[in-house]
Each structure stands twice: as structure tokens, then as C-alpha cells.
């Protein structure tokens, strides 16, 4: 088993340009997140998905969309990048969210010039 | 909206001394999910704790979960270089998604 896997692995971006990042996992876990990660501080929910076709905003939803069209991908979509949404992108998956183990992706590094 | 709080931001020691990093929450939970994240990797599950006043031990590593089930504590006794890292906690209330809080960063001098 891959278990999460992210691509890409680094991208950098100039103002204004979109992007998207997609996550897969293949361990057929219902629950998988976004979450960002910035220098010196913790990992905030950005959208989470309870299952195939479902999707729900985090703590810091905005200037992301995403999408859960199969069950094992979830993507992440930035349409017009900021220079504040430089950052480290992790995904992760759950058996659900009742307490089970979040598996997290190796991250994203997005710099927005 | 649930908050976690993380003592301390950061903790520097030297090989061999002791290290804690405690997690506080504002509301009561369900349980509570240990990380670890290495420098420049991704976030790691070590250890959940369920039950009230639980302790739960991995090597040198002690977790603890408070009696109220609002706090939580992970020990490392005498510390090594291979401890070096962010230790985040993530609650779990009863009922919605878990909140991680911002993390101990630990190095360790040699």
C-alpha cells in the first residue's frame, strides 16, 4: 500500500495563476482533509470530505474549492493564487472521523510569488 | 468553536534530560490523538487516548489523559536526538471534527 500520496511535491506560483493539488489514498478510507501548515504553527483545516461526492468547509475554506468525485482522490483547487496562501499542504484520510487515525500525505510546498 | 491549547511553542534541552509538552482543550472530549512531525516530513500518529485518567506509555515516551478529559500530557524521559521534532495533539470532541493544536517544537543539543 501507497498509503497517501500527494502531487505535486513542490510548485511555485506567481500571483493570480490557479493550480490544483490532488491527493490519493488506497487504503479505502471514507474521510480525507486539506489542511495548511505555516512556519511555526499548527495544522488548520482547510475543507474535509465525508465521503465520495461530499464536501464541507474547515476553519480557513477561503480562496481553496475542492472535490471528492472518486472516493480514493481528493483534490484541491486554488483559482486565483495569494501570496498568502504560500504554504505546506497536507492531506489525510480516516476510517471516519469518530476518533480513527488521520494518515497524512508527504505535503505540498506551494510558494506564491 | 473548540480550542486547543499547546504548551510550550518550543523546548530546548539536552540529550538526556526530560521533556513535556501538555494540551489543553476548552470543551470536554472524546478522546485525544497524539503526532509527531519531523523536520521537513508529515505528521505521524503515535498514540490515542479514550479513557479518563488513562496512561499509556511507549518506550520513554508517557502519555496521560486528564481525569475531566480536557487535558492531556506527553513525557519523554531522557531525551535522544531521534526525539527531535513538532508533538501535536488533536481533540476529539464529542461530536464534530477534531481540532489539532499549533504544536512543541523539540530540539535536542548533544
Known amino acids: 500500500n501507497a498509503g497517501v500520496t500527494q502531487t505535486p511535491k513542490f510548485r511555485v506560483l506567481k500571483t493570480g495563476q490557479s493550480m490544483t493539488l490532488l491527493c490519493a489514498q488506497d487504503?479505502?478510507?471514507?474521510?480525507m482533509y486539506w489542511y495548511r501548515q505555516d512556519p511555526g504553527m499548527g495544522l488548520r483545516l482547510i475543507h474535509y470530505s465525508v465521503g465520495e461526492g461530499t464536501t464541507a468547509k474547515g476553519e480557513v475554506p477561503d480562496g481553496y474549492n475542492v472535490s471528492r468525485l472518486k472516493k480514493q482522490n481528493f483534490l484541491l483547487g486554488l483559482e486565483s493564487a495569494a501570496p498568502s496562501q504560500t504554504s505546506v499542504y497536507f492531506c489525510a484520510s480516516s476510517y471516519n472521523a469518530g476518533g480513527e487515525t488521520q494518515y497524512f500525505g508527504p505535503g505540498t510546498r506551494l510558494l506564491v510569488l | 468553536g473548540q480550542q486547543v491549547m499547546q504548551i510550550p511553542q518550543y523546548q530546548h534541552v539536552q540529550e538526556g534530560e526530560d521533556f513535556t509538552t501538555y494540551c489543553n482543550s476548552s470543551?470536554?472530549?472524546?478522546?485525544i490523538q497524539w503526532y509527531k512531525q519531523r523536520p521537513g516530513g508529515h505528521p505521524v500518529f503515535l498514540i490515542q487516548?479514550?479513557?479518563?485518567?488513562e496512561v499509556k506509555k511507549q518506550k520513554r515516551l508517557t502519555f496521560q489523559f486528564g481525569e475531566a478529559k480536557k487535558n492531556s500530557s506527553l513525557h519523554i524521559t531522557a531525551t535522544q536526538t531521534t526525539d527531535v521534532g513538532t508533538y501535536f495533539c488533536?481533540?476529539?470532541?464529542?461530536?464534530?471534527?477534531?481540532?489539532f493544536g499549533d504544536g512543541t517544537t523539540l530540539t535536542v543539543k548533544p
Open positions: 488533536a481533540g476529539y470532541p464529542n461530536a464534530g471534527k477534531s481540532t
Open positions: 487516548l479514550v479513557k479518563s485518567g
Open positions: 470543551t470536554t472530549l472524546s478522546n
Open positions: 487504503m479505502n478510507h471514507e474521510y
